[in-house]
């Protein structure tokens, strides 16, 4: 008998849910107005989505499972951005093996804007003396550079190996080593350099230490 019961509240709160649907364009019109824009939207979102999936596969090498977790962070639904950024390393001499593991690593990258976001970093290091095929080389091997702050980073690090080598060459000699380092917090190392120094490392015999 309660299931009974049941079955019949369940068919009928389909029922009132079935009128509802059929009635609502009519009965309460602005449902149209909110609804459909969301459906056009979730179908332009999709062929975004699908459109950058294919492209990260197709033009970088990306696996199907790769580019989907890639879509997650990155997409477009033109190739106005990817090529501009594409085209960018490109004329930095980065060789198309470098440009796809870099976006590999950091498929956000294809949406950024090069001149703003990627040319400062790629500047500072010609700038310490460093050429084109070198600041690939150093960018490739560690790509999430990129994505950290010139200013609050990559400089104070920089200015950190300066208090030990005695040029910039030898300073990029170092990063050249283990680019990796850029990425960490420059008081890491400074811990780390100041610790050394305590036990009475000599400052020649750190900057040994640091260019293995």
Do not use: W
Not at 29 to 50: I, K, R, V, W
Not at 118 to 128: D, I, T
């Amino acid at each position: 008998m309660r299931m009974m019961m049941m079955v019949g509240f369940l068919c009928k709160a389909l029922s009132i849910q079935v009128r509802f649907s059929r009635s609502s364009s009519s009965t309460f019109p602005f449902l149209n107005q909110h609804l459909y824009p969301f459906s056009s939207l979730s179908s332009s979102s999709s062929e975004a989505h699908s459109f950058t999936v294919s492209h990260l596969i197709n033009s970088y090498g990306f696996s199907h499972k790769q580019a989907l977790l890639a879509s997650k962070y990155t997409n477009f639904k033109t190739l106005e951005k990817p090529n501009l950024v594409f085209a960018f390393f490109d004329s930095h001499g980065f060789l198309e093996s470098q440009i796809s593991e870099i976006v590999i690593s950091k498929p956000q990258i294809l949406v950024s804007d090069p001149h703003k976001s990627l040319f400062p970093k790629l500047q500072f290091f010609y700038s310490k003396g460093a050429s084109k095929p070198e600041v690939a080389k150093i960018v490739a091997s560690c790509p999430t550079i990129l994505t950290r702050s010139l200013k609050n980073q990559i400089i104070p690090y920089v200015n950190l190996l300066k208090q030990i080598f005695p040029s910039n060459e030898m300073a990029m000699r170092s990063i050249k080593c283990f680019p990796r380092a850029l990425v960490d917090k420059p008081r890491y190392t400074e811990s780390n350099i100041n610790a050394l120094q305590e036990i009475g490392v000599p400052k020649s015999n750190t900057a040994m230490l640091l260019t293995i």
